[in-house]
């Protein structure tokens, strides 16, 4: 089993290192061992490309025959824009496949599995499953609810405020914290702010890393009150959303429309609605979203149990002030038993700040 779970640590980490590049595809990873001997490694590029498991049998060639491989998602068994994988597997003589987790999809979990096994290939199931899962967790939720994976993420002072009592917030995190940011934007379909984002910072809201992808920009506008010179609509180097009420400008519709920029309408009469952004966006086939708002979207969304998971960069810094906003505004909690708990939580240092991590659970209302 030590052995197993090294080679499939290679695998995961192999896996890891397309992150941002595959969807709506899953990252996976691939290893072949024959003999004590690494014969072929492969991940999965991008979707419409060879899967994991051809690129090393690709490598592995004829060594691949009576070889054990190693695997982080179940082979695929069905046909789509290339051929099922377990099938590639067999024909190439693989003895053992060893798979990290069964495909999320419950129309063709297990499907690889059984196409192995009545081959005569022995499987094993289960070696570093759970952070398999978790690093797949966007398509994980995508693939099983046509939702997006939500990702809230927030920079504030060590007593909680996101910008001074005047709004300004730069720079409250450092700059390695900020490269840090780049590639979650990065890693996400699509990037969320609502119209005072635009209005007190005018942002542009790309990827300002090497070959970095550039998400799709959305904005909350419950009556389209956004600058036509802001930044996000002046630039064109990703597109651009946003989301109104029953209550948007009808004039100002039409000029941002023919400026090429896309304008839904959600059915409440006065503000966005969040829970129709985010089953729109999961239509549209966005996978995942990065919530990059003040203190009343991230409060609009965490009160809609709407959030995944919370990033939020902690710098050690102090500036107080009753105005000066926070990460989580709203009403609040009456009661510390209503709190949201984060879970799983992790904690790591980025440059002279810290990265906190975890995953809301939400209490069910009694």
Known sequence: ?????????????????????????????????????????????????????????????????????????????????????????????????????????????????????????????????????????????????????????????????????????????????????????????????????????????????????????VILDSTLKIPFDARVLANNEAETWIFTSEAYDKKKKEALEDQGIRVLVTSHPSRVDVKEVVRILGEEQISSVLVEGGGEVNASFLNNGLVDKVVVYVAPKLIGGRMAPTFFEGEGKALMKEAIELTSFTVTPVGPDIKLEGYPVYKKEE
């Open 1 to 217: 089993m030590a052995n197993h779970e090294f080679y499939m640590q290679l695998a995961i980490q192999n896996a890891k290192a397309m992150k941002g590049q595959t969807d709506p595809n899953p990252l996976v990873g691939a290893v072949i061992v024959n003999d004590n001997r690494i014969v072929g490694i492969g991940a999965h590029l991008k979707a419409g490309e060879p899967h994991a498991e051809i690129h090393a049998l690709n490598m592995a060639g004829d060594l691949a025959k009576g070889s054990t491989m190693y695997v982080t998602l179940e082979p695929c068994s069905h046909y789509g824009r290339t051929g099922p994988c377990a099938e590639a597997v067999v024909r190439a003589g693989v003895k053992q496949v060893v798979i990290a987790t069964l495909d999320p999809n419950p129309l063709v979990s297990g499907r690889g599995v059984r196409m192995l096994e009545e081959a005569g290939v022995e499987v094993i199931v289960g070696v570093c499953e759970e952070e398999a899962k978790r690093m797949n967790e966007v398509f994980n939720k995508y693939i099983t609810t046509k939702l997006p994976f939500v990702t809230l993420k927030s920079a504030m002072t060590l007593d909680g405020k996101i910008a001074t009592y005047t709004a300004d917030s730069k720079w409250i995190t450092s700059e390695k914290a900020r490269e840090d940011v780049h590639q979650l934007r990065h890693e996400h379909r699509a990037i969320l702010v609502g119209v005072n984002t635009v209005l007190k910072d005018n942002p542009q809201l790309t990827t300002r890393i090497p070959h970095g992808r550039n998400p799709l920009r």
